[in-house]
C-alpha cells in the first residue's frame, strides 16, 4: 500500500469503527459501548510512531470521551455534523494535506471524509458504498480490532513496526 508510507494523521470513527455499532442503552438511559483492547494497542502503537491519531463522531458520549482520554488522543471532536469542519482545522494544525491522512469509516456519513483523506479504509463490515470508496477493506469487523489492522498496516508499510516490537519484547 503506496498510500500508506506518507500517512501522519489516523483520523477514526466510533460507533462501527471503534466498537461494533452497537449501543447499550439501560434502564437508566445510561449508554455502554464496547472497545477492543486490540484496537486500543493499535492507537498507542500509532503514536509512539509519531502518527497522530485523531476521533471525530456525530455523537456526544461520556464513554467514548473517556477511552479518547485513556487512549491519550490528543485529537478529539465529538458531537460534529459536518466532519470536515474539525478536519480542515486539523489539517492547518498538523501542517499536512489530504494525502498524509486515512480515515476509517463504515457507514455512509464517512463518505465525505473518505473521499477527500489520501488513504480511505472501510470496516469488514461496513456498507456496501463506503467499501467501494476505499482503498483497503479490513478483513477484521469494526469493534472488532479494525483499528489495530489498519494501524499495523500502515506501521509495517513505513516500516515502523520493528520498532514498536522492539519496545514492548
Known amino acids: 500500500m503506496e498510500k ?6 489516523v483520523i ?3 460507533d462501527g469503527v471503534m466498537t461494533d455499532g452497537r449501543i ?8 455502554q459501548r464496547n472497545f477492543d483492547i486490540k484496537d486500543g494497542f493499535g492507537v498507542v502503537a500509532l503514536q509512539m510512531t509519531g502518527v497522530d491519531v485523531a476521533i471525530i463522531t456525530s455523537k456526544k458520549s461520556g464513554a467514548v470521551r473517556h477511552r479518547a482520554e485513556e487512549l491519550k488522543i490528543k485529537h478529539f471532536h465529538e458531537g460534529i ?7 480542515e482545522v486539523m489539517l492547518k494544525e498538523l501542517n499536512i494535506t489530504d494525502a498524509q491522512v486515512a480515515y476509517v469509516g ?14 480511505p479504509i472501510a470496516v469488514a463490515d461496513a456498507v456496501q458504498e463506503v467499501k467501494d ?19 499495523e498496516l500502515i506501521l ?11 519496545k514492548i519484547g
Do not use: F
Open 4 to 9: 500508506a508510507k506518507d500517512i501522519k494523521l
Open 24 to 31: 447499550i442503552i439501560d434502564d437508566n438511559g445510561l449508554e
Open 133 to 151: 470508496a476505499a482503498e483497503y477493506v479490513t478483513q477484521a469487523r469494526g469493534g472488532y480490532g479494525a483499528v489495530r489492522e489498519a494501524a
Open 106 to 119: 463504515d457507514d455512509l456519513v464517512d463518505l465525505s471524509m473518505m473521499k477527500r483523506v489520501g488513504l
Open 81 to 87: 455534523k459536518k466532519k470536515t469542519e474539525p478536519y
Open 12 to 14: 477514526l470513527d466510533v
Open 156 to 166: 509495517k508499510t513505513q516500516g515502523k513496526w520493528d520498532k514498536i516490537l522492539s
